[in-house]
């Protein structure tokens, strides 16, 4: 299975299962008044929200490059990640935050708990499912010796990252508000309640932050590793008639299309057309070793020259 379509595959998870558990949550929710499990309902149903939105960013990316956009519509799968950022930190976080505060300024008996108990275990099973294919879409991805924290860390594909971030956060949430309905009945004090619904709002926020770094960064224009860096002038100077190459310029355009300028240095007996040909061995070593790079620009001079 391609890197996209694990992607997808992880996102269609995602939505399926947020689509019956928010139904289910604000039933739930309606019949016992339970603040978290109405924090827990919006917080799924901005969820389905940003599936969906991400997948209309992945299907917007992939639009061919045209006379306006020479370089592709890449990048537009980071800005829709961004608008989801937003989203959950806005609706997600702040619906809940606000929530909360009502529940312990305005507390109401809760009722028979049975309900949140049966749609919270329900919940934490699908959203456990949601994010094993996540994880898995994210191990894809993940370099020999680096931890999973490095690869969420340093990941350019917001599919992937974001699937990973959101479903994590569910999870977690719903554990939050399971604690929260359980302590608030236990002890009589529907304080709990509400302030699980707070402690929700402040993880989805939190969650918000990481997301917004991380697709600015993208946005910017954020190159390769130092490891590839060293990789690609290791093969550019493996190279036959390769005398020097300097430090290359890496700009991520979409998860799977980087754009590479190289300046390189060539031994100075080579014809104009020994260049050329050198100039295409180059380019097809580092194809050949990093298929993601479809976009690379040499700058071809000669020892004398440079001199």
Known sequence: MSASSSSKLSLYGGIAANVAIAVSKFVAAYITGSSAMLSEGIHSLVDTGNGGLLLYGMSRSQRPADAQHPFGHGKELYFWALIVAVLIFAIGGGMSFYEGIKHLEHPEPLEDPMWNYIVLGVSILFEGAALVLAMRALLEKQVAGSSVWHTLRTSRDPAVFASVLENAAAVAGLLIA??????????????????????????????????????????????VSEATMQQLQDVARRTPGVAQVRPPLTMYLAPDDVMLALDVDFEDHLT????????????????????????????????????
């Open 178 to 223: 399971l604690l929260g309905v359980y302590f608030g009945h236990l002890l009589n004090n529907p304080a709990f309640d509400g302030g699980a619904s707070i402690i929700i709002g402040l993880l989805l926020m939190g969650v918000a932050v990481l997301l917004v770094s991380r697709t600015k960064n993208l946005l910017v224009g954020e190159g």
């Open 272 to 307: 104009a057309a020994q260049v050329e040909e050198a100039v295409v061995a180059v380019q097809d070593a580092i194809r050949a070793t990093n298929p993601e790079f479809k976009r690379i620009f040499i700058e071809a001079k000669s020892l004398a020259n440079r001199a």
